[in-house]
Nanobody, 119 residues
Framework: QVRLVESGGGVVQAGGSLRLSCAAS????????MGWYRQAPGKQRELVAR???????TYADSVKGRFTISGDNAKNTVYLQMNSLKPEDTAVYYCNVNWRSLIRVYDYWGQGTQVTVSS
């Protein structure tokens, strides 16, 4: 069973920084991608950033230049450094890990961590 444990959320003023961490445990495929998604009240869940096992990264346009995702393959851990936070970044942030085998897609989510940015 795969388990994702997130930490690092909280309340911060606009312009401040937070760092989220997500540690994955269990039987995880080697060619995986880990990432962060967020969901604000009344909105759909959206991709924030993701990184694959080769180190390639993808960012939402709204966070480019402000957020940085990094990973530690040996520890199956992914980090999200969030700088210059804005009130519109307020959301529940979810960690995700996914990979494919020949016969199925594996997709796991963390429980979410609240990020609140006050103006």
């Amino acid at each position: 069973q795969v388990r994702l444990v997130e930490s690092g959320g909280g309340v911060v003023q606009a312009g401040g920084s937070l760092r989220l961490s997500c540690a994955a445990s269990g039987s995880i495929g080697s060619n995986n991608a880990m990432g962060w998604y967020r969901q604000a009240p009344g909105k759909q869940r959206e991709l924030v950033a993701r990184i694959n096992s080769g180190g390639s990264t993808t960012y939402a346009d709204s966070v480019k230049g402000r957020f940085t995702i990094s990973g530690d393959n040996a520890k199956n851990t992914v980090y999200l450094q969030m700088n210059s936070l804005k009130p519109e970044d307020t959301a529940v942030y979810y960690c995700n890990v996914n990979w494919r085998s020949l016969i199925r897609v594996y997709d796991y989510w963390g429980q979410g961590t609240q990020v609140t940015v006050s103006s």
